[in-house]
């Protein structure tokens, strides 16, 4: 009997326990790469207010854009990396490149070399995303794959939560070095994760180490891929023009219009949003616990979001939350009592980043377990250009003078257009081979 045949025969229930490490860990790449993309958002009143530096909003607007460019390149690369390579290598490579990059930033004596280290960082931040989406979705098993993907993904809004935290307490006093520097803490376990990552069991079999493969399959309780499914002819050698063969053009054109769109509002809210809505007259602090109450929301918004798909679909869920983000980001345009501008805060989060991850969701469970990676690394590459134009946007919008609401209605039609975007999307039975 074959190692794929006996793991299919006595396949226990899912081992929570062993589960939970692969989320966990995800979970923490998540984390570190929240943190690290939120820091410069939290401390960017005070890195424009710097007498030495006295960095302009369109400076300040392309270091903020360095990363987002440098996402692009990781996520493109990781993702294709991670289907021939392995996950687990590309993970830890990852975490290490953007948290060294990181502690070197906050030592950074001009502003060009921060812009340097900053996209050095999102190569590794980029990289990170298909590697964990793949790796989560896998080793969840059919049942848990929507919860375990959103306490994954929750990571993310909890690390730009605790960036607002730490800036909140520490930025005043110490400075935007200290915030932007403890990105590099992650290396500290680096070591403890190494031990503890699993290799993807597709990969596993894909090169012929079938029997490990199947030891992990039945830790973790879930299906061994056969050599079929695993092999790259299944689904054609993972690549970009994979994603537009076999009917799945017009799903690979609405997921990166969506992302795109979606990019827009994550990147240009995180990073301008303490500065706008301290131009709109609130207080420094008040400002920064904005943008964590953001996130905290985002955070809780995914389970919302996670369960309300079960019931509805995805689709109906998505487009909701980004009409509802939408609304909520025009009433941001409006002056409220403090409580009431934080529960609309709290909705433009879950109808922004939490809906955000859903689509990502949508996308990691669409394509086949082969494909997956790739699928999601050539989205999250395209959808940086979104993510570089949103800094941008609000720094464009800051330069010319306008009024601080314009921020708030270009965003707010930009939620909009992402919600419209996943129409495109062909409302098919998703692809599931774990």
């Known amino acids: ?33 929240g943190y690290d993309m939120g820091s410069l958002g939290a401390v960017l009143p005070t890195l424009m207010a710097d007498p030495v530096w006295r960095l302009s909003a369109a400076s300040a607007g392309l270091i903020a854009s360095a990363a987002l460019l440098g996402m692009a390149i990781g996520a493109y690369s990781f993702g294709l990396l991670s289907d021939r390579i392995g996950r687990r290598r590309c993970y830890l490579t990852c975490l290490a490149l953007f948290s060294t990059a990181s502690g070197f930033a906050a030592l950074a004596p001009a502003p060009w070399l921060l812009g340097a280290l900053r996209f050095v960082a999102g190569v590794g931040i980029g990289g990170i995303i298909p590697v964990c989406a793949a790796l989560t979705t896998e080793f969840a098993g059919k049942d848990g ?21 730490v800036s909140y307490f520490l930025a005043a006093e110490m400075g935007w070095r200290i915030v932007i520097g403890l990105g590099a803490v992650p290396l500290l376990l680096l070591p403890f994760i190494a031990r503890a990552l699993p290799e993807s069991l597709v990969f596993l079999v894909r090169k012929g180490l079938s029997a490990k493969a199947a030891d992990l399959a039945l830790r973790f309780g879930i299906e061994l891929p056969s ?12 690549g970009l023009r994979a994603l537009f063969s076999a009917g799945r053009s017009r799903a690979t054109i609405g997921f990166w219009l969506a992302t795109f769109f979606s990019m827009i509002l994550v990147y240009g809210l995180n990073t301008w949003l303490p500065k706008i809505m301290r131009d709109s007259g609130y207080e420094l602090g008040s400002s920064i616990m904005f943008l964590g109450v953001f996130a905290l929301a ?68 669409y394509f086949p377990a082969g494909l997956r990676a790739t699928a999601v690394g050539c989205c999250v590459s395209f959808s940086r250009l979104g993510a570089v134009c949103g800094p941008l946007i609000g720094a464009a919008i800051v330069q010319a003078g306008l009024p601080v609401a314009w921020n708030f209605y270009a965003f707010a039609l930009i939620a909009l257009f992402t919600g419209a975007s996943i129409l495109i999307v062909p409302q098919i039975a998703v692809q599931r081979a774990h």
């Open 227 to 238: 050599a079929e499914q695993a092999a790259p002819s299944s689904v054609e050698k993972p």
């Open 145 to 165: 794959v929507n919860r375990q993907f959103a306490i994954m993904y929750s990571g993310y809004s909890l690390g730009i939560f605790a960036s607002a935290l």
């Open 1 to 33: 009997m074959t190692a794929s045949g006996s793991a299919r025969v006595g396949t226990p229930p899912a081992n929570g326990r062993w589960v939970n490490v692969v989320t966990v860990i995800c979970w923490f790449g998540f984390f570190s790469e």
């Open 298 to 365: 985002s955070s809780a918004g995914g389970v919302i979001l996670g369960w309300l798909a079960d019931r509805i679909g995805r689709s109906s869920a998505i487009i909701l939350a980004f009409s509802a983000g939408a609304v909520a980001i025009l009433l941001l345009s409006m002056h409220w009592p403090l409580a009431v501008t934080y529960g609309v805060v709290a909705l433009a989060g879950l109808g922004t980043v939490a809906a955000a991850v859903m689509v990502t969701s949508y996308l990691s469970s």
